[in-house]
């Protein structure tokens, strides 16, 4: 399948940073990228939605100015986490889905694990 | 919007047997139904999809069937392995719909005991 990585894998960070997590599409050009949240023993929460080029779309309850995400090429979306608090740490995962590898697919990268102190 | 329902949330089987998990769909438009699996401390991976246009999809030990009059498709894994527990997701969406995302079930706990 299509390969989509993140970086980094895991982040500890104190509280009121602001973390940056990049999401890459390697093989392929993602004109669409999500991310998503995962608790623990949890299902997937979507975030936010974003096109290549295009503000994002954000998911109710999701903050658009803490939770801001970059979608500034087909290969590249950043996710910054500004000011972060403790109830922020989670497990977080982009998803890309675009051209060339079907539009359905939706391929998921390995999550950053971030942990605010 | 679409609604999935998955069951059971928790799966345990002996090794070599069949474990099967049953999603439901809300969304009469939904066409397109993909299955993920994950391991602990990982993202999903994709491990077989099925679109509306047929019923049933198998790759080696592992099929999807699709009743698109009863909204409702399941994952069936044969011959279960120790290095298939995991949890295991089905979602679904409208592949016409443009930038709609997948709408995701709450997950199965599959723990497969050798």
């Known amino acids: 399948g299509a390969v989509v990585s993140q970086h980094p894998s895991r982040v500890i960070c104190k509280s009121g940073t602001s973390v940056k997590i990049e999401c890459r599409s390697l093989d392929f050009q993602a004109t669409t990228m999500f991310w998503y949240r995962q608790f623990p023993k949890q299902s997937l929460m979507l975030m936010a939605t974003?096109?290549?080029?295009?503000?994002?779309?954000?998911e109710q309850g999701v903050e658009k100015d803490k939770f801001l995400i970059n979608h500034a090429s087909l290969t590249l979306s950043t996710l910054t986490v500004t000011s972060a608090h403790p109830e922020d740490s989670s497990f977080y995962i982009c998803s890309a889905r675009g051209q060339g590898r079907g539009t359905d697919t939706q391929y998921f990268g390995p999550g950053t694990r971030l942990t605010v102190l | 919007g679409e609604n999935v329902e998955q069951h059971p949330s928790t799966l345990s089987v002996q090794e070599g047997d069949s474990a099967v998990i049953k999603c439901t769909y809300s969304?009469?438009?939904?066409?397109?139904f993909p299955w993920y699996k994950q391991e602990l401390g990982k993202g999903p991976q994709l491990i077989i999809d099925i679109r509306s246009n047929v019923g049933e999809k198998k790759d080696q030990r592992i099929a999807v069937t699709l009743n698109k009059t009863a909204k409702h498709f399941s994952l069936h894994i044969t011959e279960t392995q120790p290095e298939d527990s995991a949890v295991y997701f089905c979602?679904?969406?409208?592949?016409?719909?443009?930038?709609?995302?997948?709408?995701f079930g709450k997950g199965t706990r599959l723990s497969v005991i050798a």
């Open positions: 974003s096109n290549e080029g295009s503000k994002a779309t954000y």
């Open positions: 979602a679904a969406r409208d592949r016409f719909s443009g930038n709609t995302p997948l709408v």
């Open positions: 969304d009469s438009a939904s066409n397109y």
